[in-house]
């Protein structure tokens, strides 16, 4: 199996040409992400890829940090942000641990299709906590793999041998809500597209927050 930054490296322009599976989910948890931005928000997005949901939600801040360990991924990100016009986002290669991000310095921190992705998901959720200022939000879109299809899950292994898959954690949701909860955080929203992912919103001490199971009181789905 190869290294995660060389295996992202090698997919990037694969990765880049690939067509979102579920468009309707995806752009449900761009409405529900935006719902909690602000304009004077500071964001940091880790495993941004090749930065298209960066670039979405860098018009509703005031600037986002986007990193990714794939130096190709970034340069491809970019790129498209330069012929986008979009001046807002910086990009760094690295990882949450390399990085080093200022403690409370984030309003948001966004980690989307990449925890299940890290050997180490406490290591990220907890340089996250660390990363955001009181009141900020953690939002995560994960895998859970150990939700799948067993037939997939029988396969994993096979294409790692065979340099097709990088590392994948086998995450479920209770397990993600533990690790989530252990670090500090408050779940202000919840949902599943699918048994085998969760989108969640986690709250750094916050304030009169509850368990949503759908939507959001303030959004709608209504066009989506």
Known sequence: MKDSKTFWDNSAQRYAKSRI??????????????HYLQPDWSVLEFGCGTGSTAMVHAPCVKE????????????????????????????????LESIHPPAASF????????????EDPDSAISASYKALKPGGVFITSTALVKEMNPFVRMLIPLMQVL?????VNRL???????RLSNTGFRIDYLWQPA???VFIVARKQPHNCRLFSGEPSSLSSDGL
Not at 77 to 89: E, L, M, R, S
């Open 21 to 34: 599976q579920d468009e309707v989910a995806y752009r449900k948890k761009l409405e529900i992400t935006q």
């Open 64 to 95: 986002v940090l986007a990193t990714d360990i794939s130096g190709n991924m970034l340069a491809i990100a970019a790129q498209k942000a330069k012929d986008a016009g979009i001046g807002n986002i910086r990009f760094q290669q690295g990882t």
């Open 107 to 118: 309003d948001a921190v966004l980690g989307l299709n990449i925890l299940h992705l890290l």
């Open 163 to 167: 340099k097709l898959a990088p590392y």
């Open 172 to 178: 479920d949701k209770e397990d993600l809500l533990a």
């Open 195 to 197: 048994a085998e992912s």
